[in-house]
């Protein structure tokens, strides 16, 4: 969850006011990058996984702040929507049994607000997007309480102008128009963390892009949307449209997008930040009294409040994140591109695979922004959201193939060496990216098991569509409540 918001009304002065500090904020994050002011080797990564809670037929029940109440642990936060909550992991070193460990207190935890769940006869559940959503549930009557996320509703309507619009157009086609956010809601996915030294951001983060195809091909989890079955991996289309701020017109002039792959290769954290100030207008215009200049030249550390605001409002699929810790200030890329579930193992799976796979392309030989455009990983990353695991995804010496064949030819011997760079267990390695192998073998992601149950129960003509679709998240609830992966699911 975000940084709560004081103000409930901004004015025109206050816009000013906040560009300006921003932009100091910015100044004072060169100064700081010049000066080698930030921690460095400290391999820190973090988890973040968000959570529906559903009753027993899948349904969103609208508990969160009770259910809070009764998991009783600061991890554990409220999210956009009353059928959300979201966990937040401690860091952890980057070495050794790490992944082992993280899945152990994930699973604890999971289990811990499962268990305070069901005295609510609900249930806690990952997945991308349940698929008996309904629009009765996504409503702005069911936003959370926090005065954030209604003051973020007002904010990105009255930017736009207008309703939001979704067109989402895959196996079936889904149009509507919203008048508020609350279908964003309906998105819940897992944020990867990994803290990187100032001069190897760049790098770190173009490798992040990169591969951020292969990541959705292999980790899909998200072919339905109220009823309809439509893109592989759907909550990226809604997701990059629910949180669109661009009238018609805006985006016929070329206007950039608040949830946004990128157009270029950077050099800098410094390119991230610096696209953000000038391309993106304040949605929660909040100034702090923090006068970052003095803070810097008595030798302490600023925490740039209004730029640290302004970022977390530019969605980047990878986001650079400006931090400060125990008095230190850090730098991370926050990876957002998978989706919640279906297992906690599969969910580790998908962050080995990451680990290892951005430590070995940031560490070629050719960097991979000279042998890869920047055009190629954006249609990746589009490809893999349409298709999955039965997508084309091109790659350098390798050209355009399936994403099986990808993954298990190319990529998988990267993390592989990736995940030994960064000195993982070896049994630890070959378990998690074995169950990345299996899915990309039996082409068998969260989306595609979906599919093909709900296809199975459907079309045999033994159940009504709504039946079909209750079935099939029962069944995939018990899967996920099993631990056991995705890829071993059996089909009706």
């Given amino acids: 969850m975000g940084r709560d918001i004081d103000e409930t009304r901004f004015t025109r002065e206050d816009r000013q006011r906040y560009r300006e500090k921003v932009k100091r904020d910015l100044a004072v994050l060169q100064q700081m990058l010049e000066g080698d002011r930030f921690e460095r080797d400290r391999k820190l990564i973090g988890v973040e996984v968000e959570f529906y809670v559903v009753d027993d037929d899948g349904d969103p029940m609208m508990i969160n702040a009770e259910l809070l109440s009764r998991i009783e642990s600061e991890d554990f936060q409220t999210e956009l929507a009353q059928f959300n909550i979201e966990f937040n992991l401690a ?3 980057l070495i050794g049994t790490v992944f082992r460990e993280i899945e152990e207190e994930l699973q604890t935890s999971f289990e811990h607000a499962d268990r305070r769940a069901a005295d609510l006869d609900a249930h806690v559940a990952m997945v991308g997007i349940i698929p008996t959503l309904k629009d009765l549930h996504v409503t702005i009557q069911n936003l959370s309480a926090n005065p954030r996320y209604h003051l973020l509703n007002e904010q990105i309507l009255e930017a736009r102008g207008e309703d939001l619009q979704v067109e989402i157009e895959g196996v079936e086609k889904l149009a509507l128009r ?7 809601a309906a998105a819940t996915s897992v944020q990867l963390h990994l803290q990187v030294s100032h001069d190897g951001f760049g790098t770190a983060w173009n490798a992040a892009q990169a591969i951020a195809g292969a990541q959705v091909a292999v980790g899909a989890n998200s072919p339905f949307l109220l009823g309809k079955e439509l893109l592989r991996e759907t909550r990226i289309a809604l997701f990059e449209q629910m949180i669109d701020t661009r009238s018609e017109e805006l985006t016929a002039q070329g206007v950039r997008p608040r949830v946004w792959f990128g157009e270029r290769w950077i050099d800098s954290i410094m390119d991230l930040f610096d696209e ?3 391309y993106f207008p304040a949605l929660l215009p909040e100034l702090d009294d923090e006068q970052p200049e003095e803070v810097l030249a008595r030798g302490d550390i600023p925490h740039l409040p209004e730029l640290v605001l302004h970022n977390g409002t530019v969605y980047r699929w990878n986001r650079p994140i400006y931090a400060v810790a125990r008095g230190k200030p850090h730098l991370r890329i926050e990876n957002r591109v998978l989706p919640a579930g279906p297992t906690m193992v599969d969910t580790v799976a998908n962050a080995a695979f990451y680990y290892g796979l951005l430590r070995a392309v940031a ?5 991979i922004s000279r042998t890869l455009s920047f055009r190629a990983a954006a249609d990746n990353f589009r490809a893999a959201a349409r298709d999955g695991i039965e997508a084309e995804l091109f790659w350098p010496d390798v050209g355009s193939v399936p994403a099986s064949e990808l993954i298990v030819r190319t ?3 990267l993390a592989h ?10 049994r630890d390695r070959d378990h998690y990216l074995g169950i990345i192998e299996q899915r990309a073998l039996k082409r068998r992601t969260g989306a595609n098991w979906q599919v093909r149950t709900f296809r199975r129960l459907y079309d045999d003509g033994a159940m009504e569509r709504e039946q079909a679709l209750v079935e099939m998240t029962r069944r995939y609830l018990e899967g996920m409540r099993s631990n056991e992966p995705v890829h071993t699911w059996e089909l009706p």
């Fill in 91 to 93: 860091p952890h070193k």
């Fill in 276 to 278: 953000n100030v000038r």
């Fill in 363 to 367: 560490e070629l030989d050719e960097p």
């Fill in 411 to 413: 990529l998988l011997p």
């Fill in 417 to 426: 060496k990736g995940l030994d760079s960064w000195g993982i267990d070896r």
């Fill in 178 to 184: 919203a008048s508020s956010i609350a279908m964003e």
